[in-house]
């Protein structure tokens, strides 16, 4: 699985953890050693991108043409490549007829050596079939590098069925989302679109899939959830709906990454290049997390630090659900409006948004929001997940990835204050006269939208825009988005920079620039939003 999370860095699920000049590995024998070089240059390939490939590949072809010709390799048998399982044994894969060692590659894993390690002594195509990234030329090259054997001519391919697609069985998706990753299936809803009404269509909803989508009965659908000493709750989707009074609560979700694009333009990131459309309001409905917890055996308070964790259907080859958490005091809170949801705007959970059971925390980033739920469960400590305790963390611009360290920075749970242009697009040419302006605006922890400004001429002057009626919300429980519009007048041949920022009820607001908030993984991107437009002669 020499390349298992390559396209989980694209897509935003696995990071790199570099860690120069400290191997816990035995070292290889002088052959293998020779081939550090290719490991180091695999590395960066996976960590900096297309670039670093293309540059890779140019100089292999300059000295693949003074190369002597092509060696004869060994023949090996499976069975004895499974012998090759740990770095003690060498660790090899095979990938078609070829026997690859990358014994010197695990410790430049960017998911991690344990992640690897579950294609040691096997075939590759199972795990590539999970990520599409690999079965590309670039990929495939540099893992020649790595090449120190083939199969023997007796030994039968692989099973065509251990590499089936893991994504055929993944629903169909609406041709209007901007697509950012085919497999997993991540796209957001396009920015035109996006306030035009104040709930986000289901079919529109952005969506962010970190692994393939699971198939449910729900008929057989258990929701297991651990009370206090060792009792378990076990809850079928009917009992969820009928022993618990149904709720709903109109909430906005936002994906950590939203608007990473700018943050690119800036510096590198690694991540799901997405625009301003990884977000969306629905109405949610079904039970509280809190009736459910009480009804565990729960308490409303518990002292010292706790924390409620869900782990989804969701899995990766190695079997380890996508998982977060959220403080216990929040998901027992009755102002904190978390839910257990079954309903999304009147109607049952589509499949690509968590059917049949989801959590949905309002307030806080998207990724705590677990989708096809199937436990909850109370500890002293944040969920172990590789989401909760590396990614979704913010670090300072000066952090790089030779640097970091991910216990340094707390979990993302509420973001920051939004907002946002979705009308005119950039680049557009707009009619002289009058110019309407629209864009939503929203903030984490239940803080209303109080404002939103917006200038014309890149910030130099100011104009409010006028708050566009929505749902009525609580104070301190304002979930939801607020979308504005501004209409102002505007001049034949003027070259115009809008540029919005948003204010909400803590007056907190928005930073004018990207790059004092840039982070190597481009999340908490929310600097005052630029649109360059033309008006027409």
């Known amino acids: 699985m020499l390349l298992l999370r390559a396209a989980a860095i694209a897509a935003g699920h696995r990071l790199p953890l570099p860690r120069r000049g400290c191997s816990r590995f035995a070292p290889g024998n002088p052959a293998a050693g020779g081939r550090r070089g290719a490991a180091t240059v695999l590395a960066a390939l996976l960590g900096l991108g297309a670039a670093l490939a293309y540059g890779e590949r140019r100089r292999r072809v300059a000295q693949a043409a003074q190369a002597p010709p092509s060696r004869r390799y060994p023949r090996y048998t499976r069975e004895e490549v499974g012998r090759h399982r740990s770095p003690q044994d060498r660790v090899w894969v095979t990938h078609g007829t070829d026997v690859f060692d990358v014994t010197d590659f695990v410790e430049l894993h960017p998911g991690g050596a344990e992640k690897l390690l579950l294609a040691a002594g096997g075939a590759l195509e199972p795990f590539w079939a999970l990520y599409a990234f690999h079965n590309q030329p670039h990929v495939l090259e540099l893992l020649r590098e790595f090449k120190v054997g083939e199969l023997s001519p007796d030994e039968a391919p692989p099973d065509p069925s251990a590499a089936q697609d893991p994504f055929a069985g993944d629903p169909p998706r609406h ?196 989708k096809w739920l199937r436990r909850v469960a109370v500890s002293a400590a944040e969920s172990p997940s ?89 104070l301190g429980r304002a979930w939801a988005w607020k979308l504005w519009e501004l209409q102002v007048p505007v001049a034949a041949g003027a070259e115009l920079e809008i540029v919005c920022k948003a204010v909400d009820g803590s007056y907190n607001v928005q930073p004018d620039t990207v790059a004092p908030i840039w982070n190597l993984r481009g999340v908490l991107s929310n600097a005052w939003h630029r649109v360059r437009v033309t008006v027409t002669r």
């Open 175 to 370: 041709p209007g989302l901007r697509i950012s990753s085919q497999k997993p299936f991540n796209a957001e809803t396009p920015a035109e679109l996006l306030t035009e009404r104040f709930l986000t269509p289901n079919e529109l909803f952005f969506t962010r899939n970190h692994l393939p989508v699971p198939t449910v009965d729900p008929g057989s659908y258990r929701l297991h959830v651990e009370g206090p000493e060792g009792r378990v709750l076990s809850l079928s989707l009917s009992e969820l709906r009928s022993r618990f009074p149904r709720h709903e609560v109109t909430a906005t979700l936002q994906c950590a990454g939203n608007r990473r694009s700018e943050m690119s333009r800036v510096r590198p990131v690694k991540g799901l290049p997405w625009d301003i459309g990884a977000i969306g309001t629905a109405r949610w409905g079904g039970a509280r997390l809190r009736d459910v917890l009480l009804h565990a055996g729960f308490g409303e308070e518990r002292a010292g630090e706790w924390h409620v964790c869900f782990e989804g259907l969701d899995a990766d080859p190695g079997g380890a659900p996508y998982g977060a958490s959220i403080p216990y005091g929040r998901a027992v809170s009755p102002s904190a409006d978390v839910l257990l949801a079954y309903e999304m705007n009147g109607e049952e959970l589509p499949r690509d948004h968590g059917f049949p059971v989801r959590v949905v925390v309002p307030g806080v980033v998207g990724a705590r929001s677990v």
């Open 386 to 474: 590789h989401w909760q305790r590396i990614d979704y963390r913010g670090f300072a611009p000066c952090v790089d990835w030779d640097s970091v360290d991910y216990s340094a920075a707390p979990a993302i749970q509420e973001l920051p204050v939004q907002s946002a242009i979705t009308h005119p697009r950039p680049g557009a040419a707009v009619p002289p006269g009058e110019l309407t302006v629209k864009g939503y605006a929203w903030s984490g922890g239940g803080r209303d939208v109080v404002r939103v400004d917006v200038s014309l001429d890149g910030g130099r002057s100011w104009r409010v825009a006028r708050l566009v009626e929505g749902e009525r919300q609580a």
